[in-house]
């Protein structure tokens, strides 16, 4: 393990995160905005984006396992590779059989995939940096998934105005298969754990291993879980439905731009994070745990200027940047305790744990997020004209929330 942060390993998995989360932003950009273009009902959107989340609360756990039985390198390079494969099958079966089940099943392909490929990525950061450089670099990690967020979403609603969903396809066809060569270069240390189990019992003891590791030997992650998934639940889904819903179908803004400025407003949400991961990383030294709620805090309060613009102004432009510019704080605070509490998870969880605990961590977190779709694609349907009420309603609900999370990590000891 190097004593430095950026060794040959460690920068090889910086230089393939940047290329495949790249093509990861587009693809995730370009293919629900072409369904809400298609259908105008977000009900139906929040529904395919919530069946779309199932494979990855499913598969996560199963990465985690393997991300602490098999090579991380050798999961990350077969896991690009069949992301390509998916794209390219898409793209032949597009226009041949029915969109909104193609789109479903293509959606829940991808975020499977991307719920098995995040364990791997995180949990090979203690095999390659040391300890007091975890802060650092999982904001390097975080800045990384921030700038590809930021780029692809913003080029990639120039592109799709312009030329529509086609080009963008084979872009990120390209982006994932050079990924994945690119990861074929990484040596990340790997001790085999040798079992005379079945498959099945080696799955059922290590996924109860990391339960009774959260429960029992480290507490204070599970109940910061809770109240994570409530952030989740009422706050990232309102904004994960409501921003396109909005942009695109709300406000009074110029129907030959709407796609061009929902590209924007993610391009803010990942410079938010691309801001967020820059911070953590120049002021890792002074960030503490015991005050990561107030994030949370600050979060939650940047709600209430969005529903409120929305309630008392007539004017799409005006409202567009106020709600453009509380997504960007939010992000940048909500990044700011994802470096946090992942570096603290890393820190506290012994090494032949870390891939389980960090999968069951993003599992039981995004379980929370396909019920707030649904919720909210209904919330925004029947409550068409009064949407300020849905953005209000999640602020009050996250707040509260909030202040729990702040309770919660104010009680630990230094």
């Known amino acids: 393990m190097s004593a430095k942060l950026f060794s040959k390993?460690?920068?090889?998995?910086?230089?393939?995160?940047?290329?495949?989360?790249?093509?990861?932003?587009?693809?995730?950009?370009?293919?629900?905005?072409?369904?809400?273009?298609?259908?105008?009902?977000?009900?139906?959107?929040?529904?395919?984006?919530?069946?779309?989340?199932?494979?990855?609360?499913?598969?996560?756990?199963?990465?985690?396992?393997?991300?602490?039985?098999?090579?991380?390198?050798?999961?990350?390079?077969?896991?690009?590779?069949?992301?390509?494969?998916?794209?390219?099958?898409f793209s032949l079966m597009h226009g041949r059989v029915s969109?909104?089940?193609?789109?479903?099943?293509?959606?829940?392909?991808?975020?499977?995939?991307?719920?098995?490929?995040?364990?791997?990525?995180?949990?090979?950061?203690?095999?390659?940096?040391?300890?007091?450089?975890?802060?650092?670099?999982?904001?390097?990690i975080n800045t990384i998934s921030s700038f590809a967020s930021l780029l692809g979403p913003v080029l990639g609603g120039i592109l799709y105005s312009i030329y529509g969903l086609e080009p963008v396809l084979w872009i990120c066809t390209l982006c994932f298969l050079l990924s994945a060569v690119m990861e074929i270069f990484i040596k990340i240390?790997?001790?085999?754990?040798?079992?005379?189990?079945?498959?099945?019992?080696?799955?059922?003891?290590?996924f109860l291993d990391s339960i009774r590791f959260i429960r029992k030997e480290k507490p204070v992650i599970g109940k910061g879980l809770v109240v994570i998934c409530g952030i989740n639940l009422f706050m990232s889904a309102m904004i994960n439905i409501g921003l396109p819903y909005m942009v695109t179908e709300v406000l009074n803004l110029d129907p030959a731009l709407v796609n061009r400025?929902?590209?924007?407003?993610?391009?803010?949400?990942?410079?938010?994070?691309?801001?967020?991961?820059?911070c953590a990383g120049f002021f890792a030294k002074k960030l503490v745990i015991q005050k990561a709620g107030n994030l949370i805090i600050a979060c939650a309060g940047c709600l209430f200027p969005m529903g409120i613009t929305l309630a008392v102004s007539t004017s799409g432009p005006i409202s567009y940047i106020v709600m453009t510019g509380c997504c960007f704080f939010i992000m940048v605070c909500s990044t700011i305790f994802t470096v946090q509490v992942m570096s603290f998870v890393q820190a506290q969880t012994p090494q032949n744990l870390i891939g389980k605990v960090i999968a069951l961590i993003l599992t039981i977190a995004m379980c929370a997020q396909p019920i707030g779709n649904v919720l909210y694609g209904i919330l925004f349907e029947v409550y068409k004209g009064y949407e300020a009420a849905v953005v209000l309603f999640a602020g009050v609900i996250s707040l509260m929330i909030a202040v729990r999370t702040k309770n919660i990590f104010s009680k630990l000891l230094p």
């Open 99 to 140: 969109l909104i089940g193609l789109m479903a099943v293509t959606l829940m392909c991808l975020y499977g995939i991307a719920g098995a490929y995040q364990p791997a990525v995180q949990a090979s950061v203690p095999a390659l940096v040391r300890e007091e450089n975890f802060m650092a670099a999982n904001s390097v």
């Open 189 to 206: 240390p790997f001790v085999k754990q040798g079992t005379d189990a079945g498959m099945w019992k080696v799955v059922q003891k290590d």
């Open 9 to 89: 390993d460690f920068t090889l998995v910086v230089i393939g995160q940047i290329i495949s989360l790249f093509g990861n932003a587009v693809i995730r950009f370009a293919l629900p905005l072409y369904l809400l273009n298609q259908t105008g009902s977000s009900a139906l959107y929040g529904t395919v984006s919530a069946c779309a989340l199932i494979p990855a609360i499913v598969l996560s756990p199963v990465g985690g396992i393997l991300a602490d039985r098999v090579n991380k390198r050798n999961i990350m390079v077969m896991l690009d590779f069949f992301t390509a494969a998916v794209i390219t099958i």
């Open 261 to 278: 400025l929902y590209g924007f407003a993610e391009g803010a949400l990942a410079a938010g994070g691309l801001a967020g991961g820059i």
